[in-house]
């Protein structure tokens, strides 16, 4: 290729200056001299010209390939309908008719869903995808998506090329789809109360009325129909401490898209406004501080501490008005006001007729109902005044054999209890024996419900965990932990111990024996299987679009099993192991993914248009999805008609080499120099000669 090429000897402010002489003393020379002055200005046009530097540049080019995007909208949007199915269809088509096509290079990006909720960003992809190619090598762009796309530039010139952008849009016209939208709903609630979340349910082609079921933890706790297009609120009341997960799920139309923005999500952290504990202290001891000092550090407890100091057989006769001791309120304590309590505790406590045998069975009653009790024994257990020989023997998991062991012994973790949530991973006790401190008395017992998770001297059992209809019982066949606390013989890990034991008999999720938990982090969803069992078997998982699975847990740490699974897809999961259910959450609660599930070609059409490119479905109602003719235009701003799609070509070429022939200088610019003043003079010198 030849082209002609300059290069100042001069800067151009000069020659421009020089150039405004040449013409001022052309003009003066016309009008003095006539014709002839033409051979001067000639001459003086030259001598410019040869300071422009001119050269004739030969080049030697070898003409690359265009390139031509197709860009593939993998998002999650895009496997709604038989859009994935168009999809495959269409980028196959597309490959190979371009591949046909002479000097093209077919580039493709696959864009999915942005992270976190971004939704779909193929514009963000397809420059990523082009990194490496020179803006004039591209031949065109073509984006096999629904229409929904969430980085839609405002306008053409913010696009980093200029070639013609074709959107092929999946999806069908007749399309009809509801979904529930969440307005506001609660991140915490106080265990017992109600909590209201407002919500929207949306459709398109629906019947104005839709039912919305609730559920709370997989339960349904209320049904009622709603009118669409209108918010509402519902009521649910936060049941458990910990996660409380509600499913708001509407009813689907036939025909409908996708079932899977039919359902939200909220899950609402259980908190407990405050656990109220009644301790009972008996006999005065070294350790009846521990307990209550125990119960006191933890700002969420409220507590009730009463120490019996005057049993009955004690009065004397003094006038109650001269005691300094406040009587012990037990009506209102056991009968009136015994099921405002998450947690009675007797510690050390021996039958004296304190309590009457109908206040006993009140506490019988109260633990079968759900609420929670712990016997911190003593010598007095062994005694003829022993719990176990009152009507309270129907709830205990054993009862006195006699025996007060005095043996100095260090606590053990039985082999159920490194299973059990409760003594499990104790600090200390991953050598053998434990590195805690010696405890010096234990209480003999004849275990007959429950599991003994710690044992004392001579293997006796030391804690027994016992659940009792809806509630739940504890045994201490000791009254020696506040050795630990103490620091005796180095201590031990009294508070892990005693906080776990309390928050166990108080129900705290955490602390479940038989368990499923799934805790979401991104796309990864970490699952929990807690059991006392050996093999809890394989997780059955339901993913938001129904479809089920298996999934296989391994042994983490004793009773522990764990796994994680890669969520595909944004909405509920829901976990299943024998009789009990979990449920995660991927994906904010109201996805804009799956905010607006219906393919339309009007999103893109503006910037399409503008870049001479075109926006269209690809399927009508019924039929299979068709490519429009693909096409080389190489001129034109038309790049698109009813049937076919236009792509324009680049003339870029790499440069192999370059040869430079100068023009004004060497010889050859001498010589025409000289020539063109050398033909002037002779001119001019007629000319005087023949006016002579």
Same mark, same amino acid.
């Given at each position: 290729?030849?082209?002609?090429?300059?290069?100042?000897? +001069?800067?151009?402010w000069?020659?421009?200056?020089?150039?405004?002489?040449?013409?001022?003393?052309?003009?003066?020379?016309?009008?003095?001299?006539?014709?002839?002055?033409?051979?001067?200005?000639?001459?003086?046009?030259?001598?410019?010209?040869?300071?422009?530097?001119?050269?004739l540049?030969?080049?030697?080019?070898?003409?690359?390939?265009?390139?031509?995007?197709?860009?593939?909208d993998?998002?999650?949007?895009?496997?709604?309908?038989?859009?994935?199915?168009?999809?495959?269809?269409?980028?196959?088509?597309?490959?190979?008719? +371009?591949?046909?096509?002479?000097?093209?290079?077919?580039?493709?990006?696959?864009?999915?869903?942005?992270?976190?909720?971004?939704?779909?960003?193929? @514009?963000?992809?397809?420059?990523?995808? =082009?990194?490496?190619?020179?803006?004039?090598?591209?031949?065109?762009?073509l984006?096999?998506?629904?229409?929904?796309?969430?980085?839609?530039?405002?306008?053409?010139?913010?696009?980093?090329?200029?070639?013609p952008?074709?959107?092929?849009?999946?999806?069908?016209?007749?399309?009809?789809?509801?979904?529930?939208?969440?307005?506001?709903?609660?991140r915490?609630?106080?265990?017992?109360?109600?909590?209201?979340?407002?919500?929207?349910v949306?459709?398109? #082609?629906?019947t /104005?009325?839709a039912?919305?079921?609730?559920?709370?933890?997989?339960?349904?706790?209320?049904?009622q129909?709603?009118?669409?297009?209108?918010?509402?609120?519902?009521?649910?009341?936060?049941?458990?401490?910990?996660?409380?997960?509600?499913?708001?799920?509407?009813?689907?139309?036939?025909?409908?898209?996708?079932?899977?923005?039919?359902? $939200?999500?909220v899950?609402?952290?259980?908190?407990?406004?405050?656990?109220?504990?009644?301790?009972?202290?008996?006999?005065?001891?070294?350790?009846?501080?521990t307990?209550?000092n125990?119960?006191?550090?933890?700002?969420n407890?409220?507590?009730?501490?009463f120490?019996?100091?005057?049993?009955?057989?004690?009065?004397?006769?003094?006038?109650?008005?001269?005691?300094?001791?406040?009587?012990?309120?037990?009506?209102?304590?056991?009968?009136?006001?015994?099921?405002?309590?998450?947690?009675?505790? @007797?510690?050390?406590?021996?039958?004296?007729?304190?309590?009457?045998?109908?206040? @006993?069975?009140?506490?019988?009653?109260y633990?079968?109902?759900?609420?929670?009790?712990?016997?911190?024994?003593?010598?007095?257990?062994?005694?003829p #005044?022993?719990?176990?020989?009152?009507?309270?023997?129907?709830?205990?998991? #054993?009862?006195?054999?006699?025996?007060?062991?005095?043996?100095?012994?260090?606590?053990?973790?039985?082999?159920?209890?490194?299973?059990?949530?409760?003594?499990?991973?104790?600090?200390?006790?991953?050598?053998?024996?434990?590195a805690?401190?010696?405890?010096?008395?234990?209480?003999?017992?004849?275990?007959?419900?429950?599991?003994?998770?710690?044992?004392?001297?001579?293997?006796?059992? +030391?804690?027994?965990?016992?659940?009792?209809?809806?509630?739940?019982?504890? =045994?201490?066949?000791?009254?020696?932990?506040? =050795?630990?606390?103490?620091?005796?013989?180095?201590?031990?890990?009294?508070?892990?111990?005693?906080?776990?034991?309390?928050?166990?008999?108080?129900?705290?999720? $955490?602390?479940?024996?038989?368990?499923?938990?799934?805790?979401?982090?991104?796309?990864?969803?970490?699952?929990?299987?807690?059991?006392?069992?050996?093999?809890?078997?394989?997780?059955?998982?339901?993913?938001?679009?129904?479809?089920?699975?298996?999934?296989?847990?391994?042994?983490?740490?004793?009773?522990? @099993?764990?796994?994680?699974?890669?969520?595909?897809e944004?909405?509920?999961?829901?976990?299943?192991?024998?009789?009990?259910?979990?449920?995660?959450?991927?994906?904010?609660?109201?996805?804009?993914?799956?905010?607006?599930?219906?393919?339309?070609?009007?999103?893109?059409?503006? +910037?399409?248009?503008?870049?001479?490119?075109?926006?269209?479905?690809?399927?009508?109602?019924? #039929?299979? $999805?068709?490519?429009?003719?693909?096409?080389?235009?190489?001129? /034109?701003?038309r790049? $698109?008609?009813?049937?076919?799609i236009?792509?324009?070509?680049?003339?870029?070429?790499?440069?192999?080499?370059?040869?430079?022939?100068?023009?004004?200088?060497?010889?050859?610019?001498?010589?025409?120099?000289?020539?063109a003043?050398?033909?002037?003079?002779?001119?001019?010198?007629?000319?005087?000669?023949a006016?002579?």
């Amino acid at each position: 290729m030849l082209t002609l090429s300059f290069s100042p000897l +001069l800067p151009v402010w000069a020659l421009v200056a020089l150039g405004i002489a040449v013409a001022a003393v052309t003009v003066v020379a016309a009008l003095t001299r006539g014709g002839v002055a033409a051979l001067r200005a000639l001459a003086l046009a030259l001598v410019l010209g040869a300071l422009t530097g001119p050269s004739l540049v030969q080049e030697e080019r070898d003409p690359v390939r265009s390139v031509v995007a197709v860009v593939v909208d993998r998002s999650t949007s895009q496997t709604l309908g038989d859009r994935a199915e168009m999809t495959t269809r269409l980028r196959e088509e597309a490959e190979r008719r +371009l591949g046909a096509l002479p000097d093209i290079e077919i580039r493709m990006v696959d864009a999915g869903d942005g992270e976190g909720d971004d939704g779909t960003r193929l @514009f963000a992809a397809l420059q990523r995808g =082009l990194a490496d190619v020179p803006p004039d090598r591209l031949a065109g762009v073509l984006m096999v998506t629904d229409g929904v796309v969430h980085d839609i530039p405002a306008s053409a010139s913010e696009l980093s090329f200029r070639a013609p952008l074709h959107a092929l849009v999946t999806g069908r016209p007749n399309e009809r789809d509801r979904r529930i939208a969440l307005l506001e709903a609660p991140r915490f609630g106080i265990v017992g109360k109600d909590q209201t979340i407002r919500a929207e349910v949306s459709e398109r #082609g629906g019947t /104005g009325i839709a039912t919305v079921t609730v559920r709370r933890d997989g339960q349904t706790v209320l049904r009622q129909d709603v009118r669409t297009g209108a918010p509402f609120t519902l009521t649910v009341r936060v049941d458990h401490g910990g996660p409380n997960v509600v499913e708001i799920e509407a009813d689907g139309l036939p025909g409908e898209l996708t079932p899977v923005n039919n359902r $939200a999500v909220v899950t609402i952290e259980g908190i407990r406004e405050k656990l109220r504990v009644l301790l009972v202290s008996g006999e005065p001891h070294p350790g009846e501080r521990t307990w209550r000092n125990l119960l006191k550090s933890d700002a969420n407890v409220d507590l009730v501490h009463f120490t019996i100091l005057r049993p009955p057989e004690k009065q004397d006769g003094t006038p109650i008005n001269e005691l300094s001791l406040i009587a012990f309120p037990t009506r209102e304590l056991f009968q009136q006001k015994i099921k405002d309590f998450d947690l009675i505790i @007797f510690d050390r406590y021996a039958n004296q007729s304190v309590l009457p045998s109908t206040y @006993f069975d009140n506490i019988t009653r109260y633990v079968r109902e759900g609420g929670a009790l712990l016997i911190a024994a003593g010598p007095e257990y062994a005694g003829p #005044g022993s719990l176990a020989r009152t009507r309270l023997s129907a709830i205990l998991p #054993g009862g006195p054999d006699g025996r007060i062991l005095e043996t100095p012994f260090k606590a053990r973790i039985t082999e159920r209890g490194q299973r059990h949530p409760v003594t499990r991973d104790l600090p200390g006790s991953e050598s053998d024996p434990p590195a805690w401190g010696e405890w010096l008395r234990t209480i003999g017992a004849e275990i007959r419900t429950g599991t003994s998770v710690m044992s004392g001297a001579g293997e006796a059992p +030391l804690l027994v965990l016992n659940r009792e209809e809806k509630g739940r019982v504890a =045994l201490l066949l000791s009254d020696h932990a506040w =050795l630990w606390a103490r620091g005796y013989n180095d201590g031990g890990p009294h508070l892990d111990l005693l906080r776990r034991l309390a928050h166990w008999l108080m129900k705290e999720p $955490a602390l479940e024996e038989e368990a499923l938990r799934a805790n979401v982090a991104g796309r990864a969803i970490r699952l929990e299987r807690q059991t006392m069992g050996q093999d809890p078997g394989p997780i059955a998982v339901t993913s938001p679009s129904g479809r089920e699975r298996q999934i296989a847990v391994a042994e983490a740490r004793p009773g522990l @099993f764990t796994a994680e699974v890669r969520a595909e897809e944004l909405g509920l999961y829901t976990f299943r192991s024998g009789d009990l259910a979990a449920f995660a959450s991927v994906g904010p609660a109201n996805s804009r993914e799956l905010s607006d599930v219906f393919s339309d070609p009007a999103h893109l059409r503006p +910037l399409a248009e503008a870049t001479g490119g075109s926006s269209r479905r690809v399927a009508e109602a019924a #039929g299979p $999805a068709t490519l429009p003719r693909i096409q080389i235009v190489r001129s /034109g701003s038309r790049m $698109a008609g009813s049937d076919w799609i236009g792509i324009r070509p680049s003339d870029a070429a790499t440069i192999r080499g370059v040869r430079v022939f100068p023009l004004g200088l060497g010889f050859l610019g001498l010589g025409v120099l000289v020539g063109a003043v050398l033909l002037a003079w002779i001119l001019e010198g007629r000319r005087r000669v023949a006016r002579a």
